[in-house]
């Protein structure tokens, strides 16, 4: 008796289960642009993960790949566009992106865009900003860009930002119970390595003349500045501080999450040497912990 053989091995499992949400796209593209049209260069420097969506149920279910666009096409894309079109924010190119595969054919119905955009510095040669020597810059500029080509959500960020204050800052009156040992103080070393994302409205986003870029500093600004202005009693606290500051100077903004890693500094005992090392001695020696540390994490959004 012969055995009928199925063409398509996946038939079996037809009727029984189906694909759920699925994308697929081409991830660490590695892209730096140098614009030398003038004398004083202008640099970018981007990685890209691209992720598209769709109706790609054919090739995952019948191996039919008509409708797949290849990841290395994607790769090519960025490359070919970046020339023309990498000419303002990483929001923006994110958009162009999306437009360019969305038309790629009927089966791809939008996608997302991650963008980190690794900032440089001009370097300063006798106190001038020079036309095309850099050092990278403290902290990247983050932008998340999905949509179906007519239509976006864009969330933006800064992400591995380094900031420390050395006094104004305690922790004082906090919970205790038995396995709590940690003294209270009110005058201690505050240091982090921020992650910062705010999403925009939709408002903002079909505006073609919404700013990107003029946000993200002044967003980079305000963290800086809210950060430093004033006596923190922890790390929550400066959190809903910057937070509100950001979203009360920028109506373009719905909501901003902060992260804020607590990278300890703590006296270091050389009181058994005979010299004096406490928060009142005007030197001070401290040891920077990596770990373990506290995360602060929380939205701030409009009432």
Same mark, same amino acid.
């Given at each position: 008796?012969?055995?009928?053989?199925?063409?398509?091995?996946?038939?079996?499992? $037809?009727?029984?289960?189906?694909? #759920?949400?699925? &994308?697929?796209? $081409?991830?660490?593209?590695?892209? @730096?642009?140098?614009?030398?049209?003038?004398?004083? %260069? @202008?640099?970018?420097?981007? /990685?890209?993960?691209?992720? =598209?969506?769709?109706?790609?149920? #054919? #090739?995952?279910?019948?191996?039919?790949?008509?409708?797949?666009?290849?990841?290395?096409?994607?790769?090519?894309?960025?490359?070919? =566009?970046?020339?023309?079109?990498?000419?303002?924010?990483?929001?923006?190119?994110?958009?162009?992106?999306?437009? %360019?595969?969305?038309?790629?054919?009927?089966?791809?119905?939008?996608? *997302?865009?991650?963008?980190?955009?690794?900032?440089?510095?001009?370097?300063?040669? %006798?106190?001038?900003?020079?036309?095309?020597?850099?050092?990278?810059?403290?902290?990247? %500029?983050?932008?998340?860009?999905?949509?179906?080509?007519? *239509?976006?959500?864009?969330?933006?960020?800064?992400?591995?930002? *380094?900031?420390?204050? !050395? !006094?104004?800052?305690?922790?004082?009156?906090?919970?205790?119970?038995?396995?709590? !040992? =940690?003294?209270?103080?009110?005058?201690?070393?505050? #240091?982090?390595?921020?992650?910062?994302?705010?999403?925009?409205?939709?408002?903002?986003?079909?505006?073609?003349?919404?700013?990107?870029?003029?946000?993200?500093?002044?967003?980079?600004?305000?963290?800086?500045?809210?950060?430093?202005?004033?006596?923190?009693?922890?790390?929550?606290?400066?959190?809903?501080?910057?937070?509100?500051?950001?979203?009360? /100077?920028?109506?373009?903004?719905?909501?901003?999450?902060?992260?804020?890693?607590?990278?300890?500094?703590?006296?270091?005992?050389?009181?058994?040497?005979?010299?004096? &090392?406490?928060?009142?001695?005007?030197?001070?020696?401290?040891?920077?912990?990596?770990?373990?540390?506290? =995360?602060?994490?929380?939205? @701030?959004?409009?009432?």
């Amino acid at each position: 008796m012969t055995q009928t053989v199925s063409s398509n091995p996946n038939d079996e499992f $037809k009727g029984r289960f189906r694909l #759920a949400q699925n &994308n697929y796209g $081409k991830s660490d593209i590695r892209l @730096v642009r140098v614009d030398r049209t003038q004398p004083r %260069h @202008v640099l970018k420097d981007v /990685r890209v993960d691209v992720a =598209l969506e769709g109706d790609f149920t #054919a #090739a995952h279910v019948d191996g039919d790949n008509a409708g797949l666009l290849a990841t290395d096409t994607m790769r090519n894309t960025v490359y070919a =566009l970046a020339q023309s079109q990498l000419t303002d924010s990483v929001e923006q190119f994110g958009m162009t992106l999306i437009r %360019h595969f969305r038309q790629a054919g009927p089966s791809i119905r939008g996608g *997302t865009v991650q963008l980190t955009e690794h900032l440089w510095d001009r370097m300063l040669v %006798h106190g001038v900003q020079h036309d095309h020597a850099f050092t990278r810059a403290s902290g990247q %500029h983050t932008a998340t860009v999905s949509g179906d080509g007519e *239509t976006f959500s864009v969330t933006s960020g800064i992400n591995e930002l *380094t900031i420390l204050k !050395t !006094t104004r800052s305690g922790w004082e009156g906090f919970l205790r119970e038995q396995y709590t !040992t =940690l003294p209270e103080t009110d005058d201690r070393i505050l #240091a982090t390595v921020v992650d910062v994302n705010w999403e925009y409205t939709p408002t903002a986003v079909q505006d073609e003349a919404t700013d990107y870029d003029a946000i993200f500093a002044g967003v980079l600004d305000q963290l800086q500045t809210s950060f430093a202005d004033h006596y923190s009693p922890s790390m929550q606290y400066s959190l809903y501080r910057i937070g509100s500051a950001v979203l009360e /100077r920028f109506s373009q903004i719905s909501r901003i999450h902060l992260s804020f890693p607590n990278r300890h500094h703590i006296l270091y005992n050389l009181e058994r040497f005979g010299m004096e &090392n406490s928060k009142t001695s005007d030197v001070q020696v401290l040891h920077a912990d990596a770990e373990p540390y506290g =995360l602060i994490e929380g939205w @701030v959004e409009r009432a």
